[in-house]
């Protein structure tokens, strides 16, 4: 007796049992589903994917694809499978998807093909319901340690919490959304979306302005079976700003900026750096601000005064001149008036920025 290996099936010589010519025939290389459904918001254009909202940065033919092509299965033992997709639309939201698959299967190149039917449903995403419904998370306070801050801090902080809101969002925090900005006796109240985005306005704030940041939170109620929770977020702007001019341990200080509860602060006289702990800085007398500065024409000076022509007197004055200001007969200077002094301010852009 001899032993010829044939396909059981069609008969054809076969080592191995059935034959590729047979397997193949058998085979379903391309699973597909019936129908797919993708969500977009109508408000904003973001869909839904496994349950999460994403913004659409592709087009709904794109997205329709894109769920077909994570729906359907290629059978294992096909090689260098391709996928091809073409998406026709058939009105504003029933489309069909023809999916085209080639490959090779043991030594034949083979083909399947099949049509998805999709469907786009509309529904309002989370984020906009809530904006729509005046939803909000968290209120961040911005307020002056010493009556209301000024208006250019206030111009300021809303102009950061415009940034921060859009950066929280870019990185995925769908709620960072502001609901509502008011003014308030003391400053400004950010109503907003989520208690993340409050926290990094707050952070951020502090870190231009320096300042205290104290969270708070109380329950409002249920929502889903779940508690939820409203965050009150209080930003204390400190009673110095950057450019002021201050009287602290001793000497003429200007402020420069803040580092956590620290006031960096420069020394008038020689530009070195100093730091002002939180005590020294609600102590320190404030004389005023670089950009209220006068200014005036150096008549004569020397190395320690400058005589300076007070341009409301018109009469010569001396006074002490910085260690760092250049300054010769004929050239302008920038100074405060204190107690009947004038304070030479060193030039704007040096002086201990180091
Ligand atoms: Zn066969
Ligand atoms: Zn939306």
Known sequence: MTLVSVCPKCGEPSPLGLCDRCRLEMATLLECPDHVEVTLCPVCGSYL??????????????????????????????SDP?????????????????????????????????????????????????????????????????????????????????????????????????????????????????????????????????????????????RDGKNVYRTSILVRLPRLKSGDLIRAKGSYLEVRGFEGKRTRCTFLRDGASVYLSEEDAEDALVVGNRSSAERGVVVAGDRDVLEVLDPESYRTVSASRPSILEANPGDEVEFLRFRGDLILLPPRDEGGSC
């Open 82 to 222: 391709q996928v091809d997709l073409s998406v026709h639309k058939k009105n504003a939201t029933q489309f069909q998807v023809a999916v085209h698959l080639t490959g090779t299967f043991g030594e034949l190149p083979a083909e399947e093909e099949c049509i998805v039917a999709a469907t786009v449903r509309r529904a309002t995403c989370e984020r906009c319901s809530r904006m729509a419904g005046n939803y909000y998370e968290a209120i961040v306070q911005v307020r002056g340690s010493a009556g209301a801050p000024a208006s250019e801090e206030l111009a300021e902080s809303r102009k950061i919490a415009n940034a921060q809101t859009e950066s929280c969002f870019g990185r995925g925090d769908r709620l960072s959304f502001i609901q509502e900005t008011k003014d308030v006796k003391g400053g400004i109240d950010l109503v907003l979306g989520s208690t993340q985005q409050g926290r990094s306005i707050a952070r951020a704030i502090q870190e231009r302005f320096g300042g205290s940041v104290q969270e708070s939170y109380k329950l409002v109620g249920m």
């Open 49 to 78: 994917v496994r349950g999460r909202w994403q913004e659409a940065q592709v087009s709904v033919e794109d997205l329709i694809s894109n769920a077909v092509a994570e729906e359907i299965g290629i059978h294992q033992n096909l």
